[in-house]
Structure formats: C-alpha cells, structure tokens
C-alpha cells in the first residue's frame, strides 16, 4: 500500500512545522495520560485529546482514517488500548480498572504536517510484569531510535528494536502485523520500519526522512486477531500488551524526536546518539 510512493525528503521548514504538529501530539498524550485514573472511560480520555488538538488549531489524523479506501471511517482521535487491546482500541464505554496498563496512540496535523506518538500507561498500582512489559517496549523504542543515522539502513533500525526486546530474560511476543512507517504530509508513508530486521538491510536513511519507530510487544505470543468493528486488535492468548511511539526526524548531523518535549535529548545523549534540532 505505502510502496508505491517515493520516500518524502522534507527541508528544514518542513521539519519545523512537523515539531509542531508532533509538539501537540506529545501534550495530547500528556494531557491524556494525566486523566487516566480508575473509573474513567475510553471515551473520556479521547475527548481530552480532541479538546487538545482544538486548543492548538490542529485536525486529527487518526479521526476517520480508512474512509478514503472503504474501511469503516476511524471514529477517535486517539486509539485507546487496555490490557489484552493491542493497537486501535476504539474509545467508547470501555472503564478503566485499578491495574489495567493503557496505551494511547495519538497524532496531530499542523498546516498539513503530521505527527503520531504513542505511549503505555498504568492505572494505578500495576503488577511487576505489566510494569516489566511497558519498560521494556519504550526501551526497544528507544534502542531503535538509536539506530538511526544518515547512510544506516531501516534494517538497522528494526534489528535494534528487536535485539532490545529479547535482551531481557523473560520472553516478550513481539507483533509482525503492524510496523512503524514513514511520516510527512500522510500519517503512513514509506518506509515500512518493521520491529524485527536484519543489520543492513532495508532502505537507506538520508537526511531530510522522518520515521515513527513503535514497538508493540505482549506478555505471550505474538498472534494478534481483529476484532468485527474492523479496527480492534487483541492478542489471541489475552495477554497483555505495550505500544510505544514517536516520530522522528533525521538531520544531516543528529536526530530530532519530534513528539517528545525535549526533543529526545535525554535519551539519545544516555545511548551516545547525537541529538540535533532546528530551533
Ligand atoms: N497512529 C497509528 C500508527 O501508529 C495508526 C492509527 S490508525 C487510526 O501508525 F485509524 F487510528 F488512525
Ligand atoms: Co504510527
């Protein structure tokens, strides 16, 4: 679907509006997240998003997304996923329980610009392999990112997802079914970025692509199934599962994560990543 099109090379004022779009969609999560208490619901929780990218004069990327090619229009602006929900969890009646974990992938235009995000959150106490699995999924996330830079390959990227994931001693079910991508003036383009790979592989990276790197790893196996509202993914053996996200923009000297507040700064500069920006 995405490969058809040509990888998009954004310019330097590209980059910046996309900080913009992907500062929105960092305070939509944090928004987000900072609601999620024991008792709330799915849906209110979306409504916070939609008050956010309001508050900014930003659309949504994710509200109706399928239409344009016949599958049931997306109906959120955030995909709220609990537990066993591993991706695309439709906001709805859906209340949260003292030691569920949440994650909430969400994502904002800015003139055109896109950005998606996504991280897990726990309500509440959470038991220690819930906590364990989050940690984990942001860590790959990270490990990931970290293998980005101008002349790399996209293979790099995802092999660095996947070593982080089986580094740990327990096993971890990492999803094949749905990978980062490419991200620009649409939500998904080219390049798929998979979260398993081979070192030197894959395309190459060059200044100017931005990429979403988003490890989704579960408690168990890696089977996922659909559920009939066309969008809710859930593991097949109920296990739990973690999702984290952000979109990243390669500079010719360093990487800027558009969709964290501090630019990625903390953590690219603990795995010795440059860290560049544009401000
Ligand atoms: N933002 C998701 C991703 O990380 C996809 C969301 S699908 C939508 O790629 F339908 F909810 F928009
Ligand atoms: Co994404």
């Not at 030691?99 to 959470?126: L, M, N, Q, Y």
């Amino acid at each position: 679907m995405f490969q058809r099109e040509r990888v998009e090379i954004k310019t330097a004022d590209q980059i910046r509006l996309m900080r913009r779009a992907g500062l929105v969609t960092a305070e939509g999560l944090r928004a987000m997240g900072a609601a999620i208490r024991p008792g709330a619901t799915t849906a209110e929780l979306d409504r916070i998003g939609r008050r956010v990218l309001a508050e900014h004069g930003a659309r949504s990327n994710f509200l109706d997304y399928g239409a344009d090619w016949g599958y049931p229009p997306y109906p959120g602006v955030a995909c709220i996923s609990v537990n066993e929900v591993v991706v695309h969890g439709i906001p709805g009646g859906r209340v949260l329980e003292e030691g569920d974990i949440v994650s909430i992938d969400f994502g904002a235009i800015v003139d055109g610009w896109h950005g998606d995000a996504a991280r897990t959150f726990p309500v509440g106490e959470v038991d220690g392999a819930s906590r364990a699995l989050s940690k984990a999924t942001r860590r790959s996330m990270w490990d990931g990112i970290a293998r980005i830079r101008v002349g790399a390959r996209v293979g790099d990227v995802s092999h660095g997802v996947e070593a982080s994931l089986r580094s740990h001693e327990r096993p971890y079910g990492i999803l094949r079914e749905y990978t980062g991508h490419g991200i620009g003036t649409a939500m998904h383009q080219p390049p798929d970025v998979p979260n398993y790979g081979r070192p030197g592989k894959g395309p190459r990276i060059v200044a100017g692509m931005c990429l979403c790197v988003e490890p989704m790893a579960t408690l168990g196996g890696e089977d996922v199934a659909e559920l009939d509202d066309g969008w809710t993914v859930v593991t097949c053996d109920s296990s739990r599962a973690a999702h984290w996200e952000n979109t990243v923009a390669v500079l010719p000297d360093g990487l800027w994560v558009l969709t964290e507040p501090d630019g990625g700064r903390a953590e690219l500069e603990a795995r010795g990543v440059p860290f560049a920006s544009l401000d």
